[in-house]
């Protein structure tokens, strides 16, 4: 039997309930089987992590750990060159050649994608499922013109495709950056709603985030 399964990349420094409710929302909404959250050891496309990729890998994994349908995904965790999503997406295509991949975005990555490294392969191995994000809109940047070629409303037709098409979601919008977290937790004042108590515990007893 064929699996769905949902690839959420990203450096999660740190993973933050933004991050998990985005996934179980995917999770949810198309019918997958899982979702697995893959913590990538060097961006292409942003500054090297403060924070070592295991360490971030640990707390993805006590943030996901009461959600079943969540797994933590290491393929990236050990790369010494930055990872792309096409050299991940042809491995686990590689690893596990009977599943059907759905790669997890932001409205803000669909409005870039074209810079991308080798996206028309992105297409070819992996269908896109877009969430939204504050600030981004489906009519900018390289959005229109891939929503007009690849958009697929209709998720059982999705579904019946091994690959190639853009499903647009209307998930909550969830205003957490990462990036403010860090710059609370270095201020030590950060907000109660953002990361789940066990990875600020775990924060806490590493010192990470320090200024």
Known sequence: MTKHIGIFGGTFDPIHYGHVDSALFVLQQCQ???????????PAHRATPGVNAHQRADMVKLAIAHHSGLQLETLELDKASPSYTVDSLTLLHQREPGTRWY?????????????WKDWQQILQLAHLVVCQRPGYSQHEGDAPTLLAQFGQPDLAR?????????????????DI???????????GCLAA???????????KSHRLYQA
């Open 103 to 115: 790669f997890i975005i932001g409205m803000d990555s669909l409005c870039y994608l074209k810079s």
């Open 193 to 203: 709603d953002t990361l789940d108590p066990v990875v600020l515990n775990y924060i």
């Open 158 to 174: 999705l579904r019946q495709a091994k690959s190639g098409a853009i499903m647009l979601l209307d998930n909550k919008l969830i």
């Open 177 to 187: 950056s990462a990036s403010a977290i860090r710059q609370q937790l270095q201020q």
């Open 32 to 42: 997958l089987d899982s979702v697995r959250l893959m913590p990538c050891h060097l």
